[in-house]
């Protein structure tokens, strides 16, 4: 079992960073890949990144590749979303998953977080 908590989403202007954590807890974190979604009002649930278990391996969604890297410390059990070159349209609430595979529907993930607010401002 894995607990997700995200953290540090807040308000940037357009072009702006910012980065966001999701801390887990469990003794199997490093058994799951990881991943990013986010939500805008109105729109499905969308992917963002996902990375491997081992961190070795990642992808990206067309729309923030080249943008955004995923990036996981097991030691702390933490995985992290850096957001650069940030736009109007990446505003929406984000989500932390854990999953056994690396897929890019939500489905496929078993555990989320509660989601943290990025509001990107032009």
């Known amino acids: 079992q894995v607990q997700l908590v995200e953290s540090g989403g807040g308000l940037v202007q357009a072009g702006g960073s910012l980065r966001l954590s999701c801390a887990a807890s469990?003794?199997?974190?490093?058994?799951?890949?990881m991943a990013w979604f986010r939500q805008a009002p109105g729109k499905e649930r969308e992917f963002v990144a996902a990375i491997s278990w081992s961190g070795a391996r990642t992808f990206y969604s067309d729309s923030v590749k080249g943008r955004f890297t995923t990036s996981r410390d097991n030691a702390k059990n933490t995985v992290y979303l850096q957001m650069n070159s940030l736009k109007a349209a990446d505003t929406a609430v984000y989500y932390c998953a854990a999953g056994r595979g690396m897929g890019d529907r939500p489905y496929e993930y078993d555990y989320w977080g509660q989601g943290t607010q990025v509001t990107v401002s032009s």
């Open positions: 469990g003794r199997t974190f490093s058994s799951y890949a």
